[in-house]
């Protein structure tokens, strides 16, 4: 599937926060629904709802939830690994990791419609996302942040621009440790797009950043 989205394109990741004990009714449930509406609101192209520790029914309730509050509108919900469950609540696709099954066998099950999204942390990994069918892939972490510490020491802009310009129109979403303020150097250097968690979790903060990155 081509993105077709506007360009820089901004992709909302969730905290992750949810405990598997979670509800719909439970706080976190529903703080996630306020965020993807104040971003839908705020036109984010694409949101992740990364919340590994719900249960199976939840997670489909919450994705579900979060579809019908896109309906009608540019931003596309994708769910991290559970492909499944995305197809099955209606979501536009799955965000793949490194350890999740590889793009080309989700292309095969789901088809040529399915989004799929890929994290990668190296110009290999991320060749090896384009060559295995998927659409784009969030590449990271570029500048220093202890929500990817695991993944080791930052990427930095050179290792942003060498990716760029070999993979150029696969389209890589920098993403870790991004501000407002250093969004539009990812995007000097050839990233289509910025990825985020903490920068776009403040829902009232998420149109004045929309239009700080990506001005309408």
Do not use: W
Not at 10 to 15: A, C, G, P, S
Not at 83 to 109: Q, Y
Not at 152 to 158: K, Y
Not at 183 to 192: N, P, T
């Amino acid at each position: 599937m081509k993105l077709n989205l506007s360009v820089p394109i901004l992709y909302l990741i969730t905290r992750g926060e949810t405990a598997e004990t979670a509800t719909a009714e439970s706080p976190a449930f529903l703080k996630i629904l306020h965020q993807v509406s104040a971003a839908v609101a705020a036109g984010i192209d694409l949101i992740q709802i990364r919340e590994k520790k719900l249960s199976a029914r939840v997670l489909f309730e919450l994705t579900e939830r979060a579809v019908e509050l896109a309906a009608g509108r540019s931003t596309r919900i994708l769910v991290n690994d559970r492909a499944d469950i995305a197809a099955g609540a209606g979501a536009s696709g799955v965000h793949l990791t490194t350890g999740s099954i590889d793009a080309g066998t989700i292309r095969k099950t789901f088809g040529k419609d399915f989004l799929i999204g890929a994290s990668t942390h190296s110009l290999a990994e991320a060749r090896s996302a384009r060559d295995g069918d998927a659409d784009f892939a969030v590449f990271g972490p570029i500048f220093e942040t202890s929500s990817k510490s695991e993944y080791g020491p930052p990427l930095g802009l050179d290792a942003l621009t060498e990716a760029a310009q070999e993979l150029a129109s696969f389209p890589l979403l920098a993403l870790g440790g991004i501000s407002v303020e250093n969004a539009h150097e990812c995007l000097r250097v050839g990233a289509s797009g910025i990825a985020g968690i903490s920068l776009f979790a403040d829902p009232a903060k998420l149109k004045s950043v929309a239009d700080s990155i990506q001005p309408r």
